[in-house]
């Protein structure tokens, strides 16, 4: 069992950064691919980005390419997402999502496990 909780949303202006966070129980998380999902009131959950156990594959949806970067440090069993030059539209709760599968397990919304969330907010 892999538990993962969200942390480092909160409210910032356009233009601006947040660093999100994803903190993994467990000793298998070196071994999962990991990925960052949203969802915006009214709207279904959505990808936002995604990374291979190893670190070496990554993904973007096109709305963040260039503005996020997803990063893991698994000493630390820990997801990062640095996100800069927020937009409005980037509102929105950010989840994180785990998989001992391959990436596109966790690309195409099919992880096993899931945190909780953190909300994002951006201020036009």
């Known amino acids: 069992q892999v538990q993962l909780v969200e942390s480092g949303g909160g409210l910032v202006q356009t233009g601006g950064s947040l660093r999100l966070s994803c903190t993994a129980s467990?000793?298998?998380?070196?071994?999962?691919?990991m990925g960052w999902f949203r969802q915006a009131p009214g709207k279904e959950r959505e990808f936002v980005a995604g990374i291979s156990y190893s670190g070496v594959n990554t993904k973007y949806a096109d709305s963040v390419k260039g503005r996020f970067t997803i990063s893991r440090d698994s000493a630390k069993n820990t997801l990062s997402l640095q996100m800069n030059s927020l937009k409005p539209e980037d509102t929105a709760v950010y989840y994180c999502?785990?998989?001992?599968?391959?990436?596109?397990?966790?690309?195409?919304?099919?992880?096993?496990?899931w945190g909780q969330g953190t909300q994002v907010t951006v201020s036009s």
């Open positions: 999502a785990g998989d001992p599968g391959a990436l596109v397990v966790v690309t195409q919304g099919r992880a096993d496990y």
């Open positions: 467990g000793r298998t998380f070196s071994s999962y691919a």
